[in-house]
């Protein structure tokens, strides 16, 4: 059962919560920077606006999970991959326009009506958009339906404290107070809706139960393409130190990179494979000799064969791990080149 402690915690939630706080300040000065800047202001907001409102959903996500809410971070202003999670922009845009029309006509109360109906639908929305990651599903009238009706009676204290953020904006709107001031209460109240809305999404497990498709995952080529780009990054912070006649410390630096790769052995297959394409083969000879190690302990033995043959061919005096050594003789029935075949049968050395 819910009692005024409860929804007055909600209320002040975003205060106790001390990356919510810093976020708050942090987006109100942006905001009142971009007011007061002209045409560079302009700019400032349309990078400032989409980050805010990613942040929102970021704050729905943890709350829903039970975790504290993150810091602000500048992956938020980076939305090329995140569309779907702009939406509820497009929504508050268009809710903004319809409440000044009415407003502007002398239709106060219709606009009231229309801001309080904004702040009740947009939690629902926003719990949607964090469950399926998808702009179509945060718009059906059913699934908003659904979600109301999970939560229960802890709809009440989401549109309780919805509708008190919506007071607040009405407010100072109304009485035309300082702009910071107008600012500081605005984005309060937008963070008041994802908060109690994440919360309520914890109590009932809505994610579970209101049966929405599930998120959109980026494919398996997405994700191969950031994760090369997290190893080209590492291999170019290796390669600085290489050419700078630091090749221990680059090679300290890839084989600590491994050790921290979830799939250790992919990762020491594709950074051989970039680092033979260096005008030094050194490192990538040092790297080689763990990637035959790896594949030896897999039974990997037609590839650990190859391997070995690449490294021979960019250096003869290549040789192997003295652990791998007796290992890589069962290599040797394999093979039929007979410098190589007496080579594996002495170990590799």
């Excluded at 810091?71 to 569309?83: G, I, K, N, P």
């Excluded at 109906?117 to 059906?140: D, G, K, Q």
């Excluded at 008041?192 to 494919?219: C, K, T, W, Y």
């Excluded at 030896?296 to 005096?317: G, S, W």
Aim: net charge negative; with cysteine.
């Amino acid at each position: 059962m819910l009692t005024p402690r409860d929804v007055l915690d909600e209320l002040l939630y975003p205060l106790k919560d001390p990356a919510m706080l810093l976020a708050l300040l942090f987006f109100s000065v942006l905001f009142s920077l971009a007011i007061f800047s002209g045409l560079f202001g302009l700019w400032l907001m349309t990078a400032i606006v989409p980050g805010f409102f990613q942040y929102l959903l970021v704050v729905m996500q943890a709350r829903a999970d039970n975790k504290e809410a993150p810091a602000v971070d500048v992956e938020l202003f980076s939305f090329a991959q995140r569309l779907w999670s702009l939406f509820p922009m497009v929504l508050v845009t268009l809710a903004g326009l319809a409440i000044y029309y009415l407003a502007s006509t002398g239709r106060e109360i219709w606009a009231v009506v229309a801001l309080g109906l904004t702040f009740m639908l947009l939690p629902l929305s926003l719990a949607v958009l964090t469950i399926t990651h998808s702009a179509i599903e945060c718009l059906r009238p059913s699934r908003l339906w659904l979600v109301a009706r999970n939560w229960g009676h802890h709809y009440l204290m989401v549109i309780g404290v919805s509708v008190t953020g919506g007071v607040l904006v009405y407010l100072t709107l109304h009485y035309d107070l300082f702009v910071i001031v107008t600012i500081l209460f605005t984005l309060y109240a937008f963070l008041l809706i994802a908060s109690v809305g994440g919360h309520a999404l914890a109590i009932q497990e809505a994610e579970i139960e209101i049966s929405i498709p599930d998120p959109v995952l980026p494919g398996p080529l997405e994700v191969e393409r950031k994760e090369n780009q997290v190893r080209t990054h590492a291999l170019n912070h290796a390669y600085g130190m290489v050419s700078r006649g630091n090749c221990a410390g680059g090679v300290r630096h890839v084989l600590n990179y491994i050790q921290d790769s979830p799939d250790a052995l992919d990762c020491t297959r594709w950074l051989f494979t970039q680092m033979l394409n260096w005008e030094s083969p050194q490192a990538a000879l040092q790297i080689g000799q763990q990637l035959v190690s790896r594949l030896l302990a897999a039974q990997l033995d037609k590839e650990a064969l190859k391997t070995i043959v690449r490294c021979r061919h960019a250096n003869p005096a290549f040789s192997l791990l003295e652990a791998d050594r007796v290992p890589a003789m069962r290599l040797a029935k394999n093979v039929y080149d007979p410098a190589l075949k007496e080579w594996l049968a002495g170990g590799g050395d």
